[in-house]
């Protein structure tokens, strides 16, 4: 079984950066699309970021462009998010989630993922 597991949130200023890890593990992690979702209170789960197997290829929701990077380093078996120039309305749970198989068709459609992680809470005062 893949287990997914994220770390790194907590509470901070508006404008001010945090950065979230994702261990994913039970597989070989390079053959692995990798995403990030957040669901805010009262709202629907969106996506946030996604990055393909070799690191090669990225998406970015509209709301966090420029803003947010994505990465990976196959060898840890993690995935990062960079947060910048944070704001209230990026206050969510952030998941990190993996499809069961190695092809997918649209990595902002949280459909295509299987595994996901328990959540960590980011809280962004104004």
């Known amino acids: 079984q893949v287990q997914v597991v994220e770390s790194g949130g907590g509470l901070v200023q508006a404008g001010g950066s945090l950065r979230l890890s994702c261990v994913a593990s039970?597989?070989?992690?390079?053959?692995?699309?990798m995403g990030w979702f957040r669901q805010a209170p009262g709202k629907e789960r969106e996506f946030v970021t996604a990055i393909s197997p070799s690191g090669i290829t990225t998406y970015y929701a509209d709301s966090v462009k420029g803003r947010f990077t994505i990465s990976r380093d196959n060898a840890k078996n993690t995935v990062y998010l960079q947060m910048n120039s944070l704001n209230p309305e990026d206050t969510a749970v952030y998941y990190c989630a993996t499809p069961r198989k190695i092809y997918y068709r649209d990595p902002r459609d949280q459909h295509e993922y299987d595994y996901w992680g328990q959540g960590t809470q980011v809280t962004v005062s104004s």
């Open positions: 039970g597989r070989t992690f390079s053959s692995y699309l």
